[in-house]
């Protein structure tokens, strides 16, 4: 069967009686938002390696904080709330990372210093051997 055996009426149409009951036809408008526009990253495990290791002045849970709120932000479509979020998030985290990095080469700068000025003190230094302690002291005591 083709259509052309179905005659309808010009003023009526299936499941409805006619024409004039049917109700105007609207068009649909789908809000894309920024399309092409990447979402603002969380940084939520850089934050939480930051938390974990040091955390010096809470900068880590701070940073880890932020990244929680930009991903709340992200899901509830807010994106300047979740960019601001995210901003101060990385910032957190990068001077926490920075002072991360920079307390253990201090101490291994330290420890370079101190192995130098052990090893051109007089002679040798036997700081394991018997009188090592003494010697030490010694070396500190002037």
């Known amino acids: 069967m083709d259509n052309a055996t ?6 009526c149409t299936p499941l409805t009686n006619c024409k004039s009951a049917r109700k ?21 495990v850089w934050s939480l390696c930051n938390t974990l290791y040091v955390n010096f002045c809470c900068l880590g849970f701070m ?7 930009a991903r709340d932000q992200k899901t ?27 307390v253990p080469l201090l101490f291994l700068g330290l420890l370079v210093l101190l192995l130098v000025h052990l090893g051109s003190s007089e002679g040798t230094f036997d700081f394991f051997g018997e009188d090592g302690f003494q010697s030490f002291m010694k070396l500190f005591g002037r």
Do not use: H
Request: include cysteine; charge should be positive.
């Open 24 to 44: 105007p036809a609207g068009s649909t408008v789908v809000n894309m938002g920024a399309a092409g526009k990447k979402p603002p990253s969380d940084y939520l």
């Open 63 to 69: 940073a880890l904080i932020y990244s929680i709120k």
């Open 6 to 11: 179905y005659s309808y009426s010009t003023d």
């Open 76 to 102: 509830l479509g807010d994106m300047r709330a979740a960019q601001e979020c995210s901003d101060k998030a990385k910032w957190y985290n990068i001077l926490a990372s920075g002072w991360n990095m920079l």
